[in-house]
């Protein structure tokens, strides 16, 4: 059953991911000439493929904060499931369990490649330059754990 005072909030949530995930299609249909990187392309890309990189990037890192710290929470309390006070470990593993994640370990690496290529060093190209094509390939991904949450919510009412 759903938590009736929680439905605007969640619905604020999905609109609020929908516009991140809208905002990643965009910048990815700029840069998708470019992609996969590799060392020689990243250093030919213009300043406005790199503007589209960095937005890609952001708003990857928006969607991905606002799906762990509103989404996921929110979509388990509207199935009734406490959260107060659980590691966010444990919300993980609880989506994993319900079929939203593929796994809770796939997040947080996602999160410490996201992190790892928000800061750019030179010493570490390859590394970003890996993880920019990490998050490109996880996009559509991305989309499907919003679309589960939506859909496991509907399923639930």
């Given at each position: 059953m759903i938590v009736p005072d929680l439905n605007d909030q969640i619905l604020q949530t999905f609109d609020t991911c929908a516009l991140h995930l809208k905002r990643m299609e965009f910048a990815k249909s700029k840069a998708v000439t470019f992609i996969p990187l590799n060392r020689d392309n990243y250093y030919t890309m213009d300043e406005e493929t790199i503007g589209f990189l960095d937005q890609y990037i952001f708003r990857f890192s928006k969607l991905q904060d606002i799906?762990?710290?509103?989404?996921?929470?929110?979509?388990?309390?509207?199935?009734?499931?406490?959260?107060?006070?659980?590691?966010?470990?444990?919300?993980?593993?609880?989506?994993?369990?319900?079929?939203?994640?593929?796994?809770?370990?796939?997040?947080?690496?996602?999160?410490?490649?996201?992190?790892?290529?928000?800061?750019?060093?030179?010493?570490?190209?390859?590394?970003?330059?890996?993880?920019?094509?990490?998050?490109?390939?996880?996009?559509?991904?991305l989309k499907q754990i919003v679309e589960k949450c939506r859909s496991i919510l509907k399923k639930n009412r």
């Amino acid at each position: 059953m759903i938590v009736p005072d929680l439905n605007d909030q969640i619905l604020q949530t999905f609109d609020t991911c929908a516009l991140h995930l809208k905002r990643m299609e965009f910048a990815k249909s700029k840069a998708v000439t470019f992609i996969p990187l590799n060392r020689d392309n990243y250093y030919t890309m213009d300043e406005e493929t790199i503007g589209f990189l960095d937005q890609y990037i952001f708003r990857f890192s928006k969607l991905q904060d606002i799906m762990g710290s509103r989404l996921f929470p929110e979509t388990l309390e509207n199935l009734a499931e406490s959260v107060t006070d659980q590691p966010f470990i444990d919300i993980l593993n609880r989506l994993e369990k319900l079929g939203i994640l593929d796994s809770a370990f796939t997040w947080i690496q996602l999160r410490k490649i996201r992190n790892d290529i928000s800061h750019e060093y030179p010493a570490s190209l390859i590394e970003r330059i890996e993880g920019i094509n990490l998050l490109f390939d996880k996009l559509e991904e991305l989309k499907q754990i919003v679309e589960k949450c939506r859909s496991i919510l509907k399923k639930n009412r």
